[in-house]
């Protein structure tokens, strides 16, 4: 007896549908998940298989679907930032600030004086391998915190209170990136160190108002030097002034006096020619001359003459005829 085998074909029609269905979400899945973008201040890390294949510029990419390859955009092209003390609210990195129960402890420290302080500071760094900072530690921005964290007592520890609070704070600073960014190296985490700033830098509140009173003592010891420095200022060029406009009148004065010395001596010796070309005449005009300027000032005059034996009436040659003096 045979059997009779039926054919439902609206079945068959049914399942190669689903079948075509199937095969089109999976290529619209594949096409999906193999399409990425890396943004222009980033870099893609490209694994395939969970090992490390290559690094990729911003821009359209496509991979291997369906978990294949997997890619990780690292903003290596921004400043990224963590601080330490307190936390700016709105922060999108994870590791910008600790938990809010830590932060009193990360800015409490001791001075090299043995004086506590309450030091807030703040890390700028770039991811400058993406490679290592993936692969070679754990969690590289975590163990960057206690590192910086670390480096920061350890040079606050060499100070005392007063240069951690006023006049030290940026040779902490510049300490600080150096020892950072060595430690970092050495750790291979893929992480360049910009800058470190500190922030607020304040004694414990115990003791703060004592604190504020010594700064406002030095502050007004400042006020006086930067005063009586003032005074310096004025007074100093002032003086020098008037030093050298009595050097300067000094010295017109003597070299006036040297002219005239010179010019005394070229008249004497043009004077002196003359006289040893003719001597006695010379004299005799040197005579009338001077007698001419002296006579004039002696006022009433009496000549007598040597060989005169008696007094003679003179002529009054300083009158005029009119009774009057001339």
Known sequence: MSQQIEINIPDLFRKGFVLWILVGLLVVVGFITSIYTVQAESQGVVLRFGEYLKTVEPGLRFKLPFGIDNVYVLPVRRQLKQEYGFGTPGGTNSSQFAESRTRSREKSMMTGDLNAA???????????????????????????RHVSEAVMRTVVGDRTVDEVITIGRQEIEEEARERLEAVVKKYELGIGIDQIQLQNVNPPPPVQASFNEVNQAQQERERMINEANGEYNQEVPRSRGVADQKIQAAEGYALKRVNEALGDVARFNAMFGEYKKAPEVTKTRLYWESMKEVVPKMGKKIILDEDASQVLPFLQLNQDGNGGTR
């Open 118 to 144: 309450e030091v807030e500071w703040i890390v700028q760094y770039r991811i400058n391998d993406p490679r290592l900072f993936l692969f070679k530690v754990m969690n590289p921005e975590n163990t960057l």
